[in-house]
């Protein structure tokens, strides 16, 4: 299993970006694809996961805000950011788990077995 994460950049607070988490080596339907992002000096934080069955499930931080989605078709996961704040400023990666995944433990990195190389998103004020 591969994850390659891209899309991240520089934008202003209110602006918007989309990451890609390109999967190789699985297919998305029987797996769970999680973003989380860590900060500095700041542990790795679950954001959203879409599950292998299709659901979407965010964290308090990013509802409403974020939307998570995948193509079938190009084995891809897509998070799409909008109304970005400066503390949304964080590397940002892209994890897979085969097969169901609780909602209690889906936002714990150590639910997940492979991870992508991460993406810098940076928000200014």
């Known amino acids: 299993v591969q994850l390659q994460a891209s899309g991240g950049g520089l934008v202003q607070a209110g602006g918007s970006l989309r990451l890609s988490c390109a999967a190789s080596?699985?297919?998305?339907?029987?797996?769970?694809i999680a973003w989380f992002r860590q900060a500095p000096g700041k542990e790795r934080e679950g954001v959203s996961c879409i599950t292998a069955g299709g659901e979407k499930h965010y964290s308090d931080s990013v509802k409403g805000r974020f939307t998570i989605s995948r193509d079938n078709a190009k084995n891809t996961v897509y998070l799409q950011m909008s109304s970005l704040k400066p503390e949304d400023t964080a590397v940002y990666y892209c994890?897979?788990?085969?097969?169901?995944?609780?909602?209690?433990?889906?936002?714990?990195?150590?639910?997940?077995?492979?991870w992508g190389q991460g993406t810098q998103v940076t928000v200014s004020s």
């Open positions: 994890a897979s788990r085969r097969g169901s995944l609780s909602p209690s433990v889906m936002f714990r990195s150590v639910s997940y077995y492979d």
């Open positions: 080596g699985l297919t998305l339907e029987y797996y769970a």
